[in-house]
């Protein structure tokens, strides 16, 4: 399974009425439409976004209604940080502000300041790892506490939280006043409150001042969200006898896969070794596979572009689809030739923080397999027009298609 996340629906000006899969030169894509099953898949009744960890766990089966309160308990999970029963985990990303007059330091938390970067400027690990400590040893408390993460996402912990509170995705409020985005509902105070704190600590710091003399925006904020209480998932092989390994970059992404019994391989770890993580990855799933039953490759596919830049980055944005096509999808259909009884699935779902709440973007698959794929079915290409042209398929049904005989 392949689930490039984040990319359909996403537009550029430069590429005129076309998606980037039309644009991209993709014929390992293509080859995959041609010779086996195109469509595209959806959750009945879901109102959020079928994207990242929610879509990944409504693929493995699960109802989303029931077990998706938010990525917070799956960031939890992932961070091996145990969850009582009246904890709220929340997502808390370091973000950078800022006003018409500088990074707005003089400014309160509402209509004057902007979303300028929701990763913090970019910010490295190590440099939240100083930044994390100071905010612990300054507001941590009894009932809110701080658990590190990586790069700019992290954990914070509220016991006795209240859930319901109003939290939005950073990215939704990315060039725009952050004054419709801030929390909202009863308990918004205190993080809010929280929230002004960690700016007085954030733009003091070295690590800050550091960045802004070197031409570098400060991360100036934590931003709380993605609330959500602890979960424990029925694990899969209750259902069905399988075995297998999730490669992502995600923590809620990878807490969905620990909760679910699957193993785990972080992305960001082959980055180090190899020139091309791409061609790895597929190496990897085949070193899985001889193992296993499932290797689910998971590729974020606008993270790894800068969020400020993003409206400017058409071209590298259709050329890294077409890395993916020469490097993974290539390497993965050769893979299936050699091995008569693999199923190569690939699936491509929007960005969640740039979907609106109930979007009904499709999220186009292709589920291919060489042994039957002699002739080609037809000379489609795959692009999300051409995926959409059927019913839409119900993604918790997909699993049972692959393994309910096993």
Not at 215 to 235: D, F, I, M, R, Y
Not at 295 to 321: D, K, N, T, W
């Amino acid at each position: 399974m392949v689930h490039i996340d984040g990319m359909s629906a996403h537009s550029f000006e430069e590429l005129g009425t076309r998606t980037i899969l039309q644009a991209a030169n993709i014929p390992h894509f293509d080859h995959l439409a041609q010779h086996g099953e195109l469509g595209h898949l959806g959750i009945p009744h879901e109102s959020r976004a079928f994207a990242g960890e929610l879509a990944f766990l409504g693929l493995l089966g699960y109802e989303t209604q029931k077990w998706y309160g938010g990525p917070g308990a799956f960031e939890a999970m992932n961070l091996e940080v145990v969850l009582d029963r009246n904890d709220v985990a929340f997502l808390c990303d370091f973000v950078t502000l800022r006003a018409e007059d500088g990074w707005g330091d003089g400014k309160k938390l509402g209509p004057a300041l902007v979303m300028d970067d929701v990763s913090g400027g970019e910010l490295e690990t190590e440099e939240a790892r100083e930044l994390i400590d100071a905010i612990n040893e300054q507001l941590v408390s009894e009932n809110i506490q701080f658990y590190f993460g990586h790069h700019a996402r992290h954990l914070m912990v509220w016991v006795g939280g209240n859930v319901k509170i109003g939290c939005r995705n950073p990215q939704e409020a990315l060039g725009q006043s952050i004054e419709p985005y801030l929390p909202t509902g009863e308990g918004t105070q205190i993080l809010r409150e929280f929230m002004e704190a960690s700016r007085m600590i954030l733009r003091h710091h070295s690590v800050n001042q550091e960045r802004v003399n070197a031409g570098l925006k400060p991360a100036n904020c934590l931003w709380p969200w993605g609330q959500s209480k602890p979960v424990e998932l029925t694990p899969l092989i209750e259902r069905w006898p399988i075995e297998g390994t999730v490669v992502s970059q995600s923590g809620p992404y990878r807490g969905v896969a620990l909760a679910s019994g699957l193993k785990v391989v972080k992305s960001e770890d082959l980055e180090e070794s190899q020139p091309e993580p791409l061609g790895q990855m597929a190496k990897l799933a085949s070193m899985i596979l001889e193992k296993q039953d499932l290797a689910c490759l998971h590729i974020p596919f606008f993270s790894l572009f800068p969020s400020h830049r993003l409206s400017e980055q058409a071209g590298m944005v259709v050329e890294y689809l077409e890395k993916i096509d020469e490097y993974l999808v290539k390497s993965l259909q050769q893979f299936c030739s050699e091995n008569g009884n693999t199923q190569l699935f690939v699936v491509i779902t929007p960005g969640a923080g740039n979907s609106k709440e109930g979007s009904s973007s499709p999220a186009p698959f292709v589920l291919y397999e060489e042994q039957k794929a002699d002739k080609p079915i037809s000379e489609i290409a795959f692009h999300e027009h051409a995926a959409s042209q059927g019913p839409i398929q119900r993604a918790g049904n997909f699993f049972d298609r692959f393994f309910g005989g096993k």
